[in-house]
């Protein structure tokens, strides 16, 4: 919780101070936020159509926070997204904001009657979707990030015990093999696993929108 909160108040005090003078014509640091925002609209128009672009404050949200999260572990600090409860209430979000969506928009009776369709038969399949969706996203956040740290985690245990087995101080290796693991499970797999989150989110308010 305090490494969350810590994330969001860098997030906050980071916006507040980038956007403070902003300017007709962009320069500088605007001119990487104006294009961050532009990249961020171009995602959610290419994927979910001009009319969820409203949704676009939303994913840029989810994709920095969840982004900041994941990459705190280059701090030496453990990521919260490795905590099942972090990674299912980010999900929750994104589960309640999916139907609520799909309610405003087809009304809470042609809601209801999706679940029934293509036939009454599929009522336990179509439920059973619907409400696997949270499950889903908060597993495949949590599985591939925990099993990026317990990796990580395994290779200083493993070049610990090769050191004492051999008496032997191994600072140089110690410090230089891990490198590539945490660009690959910190840096690479921290930006996968946000993008696919924040896809899947997409996708989901879209077609369960339109269905």
């Known amino acids: 919780m305090l490494i969350q909160w810590g994330v969001m108040v860098f997030i906050i005090v980071l916006v507040t101070v980038l956007t403070k003078r902003l300017e007709t014509i962009p320069h500088g640091s605007q001119i990487w936020i104006e294009l961050i925002v532009e990249k961020i609209n171009d995602l959610v128009r290419a994927n979910m159509g001009e009319k969820f672009i ?7 949200t989810i994709m920095i926070y969840i982004l900041m999260l994941n990459l705190i572990g280059l701090l030496g600090l453990r990521p919260p997204t490795t905590d099942y409860s972090v990674a299912l209430a980010l999900a929750l979000i994104s589960f309640v904001l999916i139907h609520a969506t799909a309610i405003k928009n087809n009304g809470l009776r042609h809601y209801l009657k999706g679940y029934s369709e293509p036939f009454p038969l ?73 993008f696919i989150f924040s896809m899947l989110t997409m996708i989901f308010i879209k077609t369960t929108s339109e269905h």
């Open 54 to 60: 409203g949704f676009a404050p939303y994913i840029g």
């Open 122 to 194: 599929l009522l336990p399949l179509n439920i059973i979707e619907r409400v696997v969706v949270p499950v889903s996203l908060s597993l495949r956040l949590f599985g591939n990030m925990l099993a990026g740290v317990i990796i990580v985690e395994l290779i200083y245990k493993g070049l610990s015990y090769l050191s004492n087995m051999v008496h032997i101080k191994l600072p140089l290796f110690a410090a230089l093999i891990p490198i590539p693991f945490h660009i690959y499970f910190d840096i690479f797999d921290g930006i996968i696993q946000m």
